[in-house]
């Protein structure tokens, strides 16, 4: 019912930029109603929680480890989010995902396990 695309990702160098996008898609999405994340796996390691936006609550968490280079933002016209990303580091190389749900409370938008949806990623690479 809900369908997430990104785009965006590649390869870059240390201090790069890239813009990942995610469009969601199908008549079960409401962005006024529906949280969107951003979700990251690096090589090795488990997913972790980037950032997100919740119309709803009106909350935008965002990980520290990304705070002040990353920042989220969104055209409900569009139904898309972007994720811009600044002075990326070699930490930062990860398959990142998108994901949304409805009526995730505030306390859980940073927990995958929330998520109902999910598009099949867009790969980072960041180079030293």
């Known amino acids: 019912q809900v369908q997430l695309v990104e785009s965006g990702g590649g390869l870059v160098q240390a201090g790069g930029s890239l813009r990942l996008s995610c469009t969601a898609s199908g008549s079960g999405f409401s962005f006024t109603r529906y949280a969107m994340a951003w979700f990251r796996q690096p090589p090795g390691k488990e997913r972790e929680f980037v950032a997100a936006?919740?119309?709803?609550?009106?909350?935008?968490p965002i990980a520290d480890s990304v705070k002040g280079r990353f920042t989220i933002s969104w055209d409900s016209a569009k139904n898309t989010m972007t994720l811009q990303m600044n002075n990326l580091k070699p930490e930062d190389t990860a398959i990142y995902y998108c994901a949304t749900a409805g009526g995730i409370i505030m306390s859980q938008l940073r927990n995958q396990l929330g998520y109902n949806y999910w598009g099949q990623g867009t790969q980072v690479t960041v180079s030293s």
């Open positions: 936006v919740s119309r709803r609550t009106g909350s935008t």
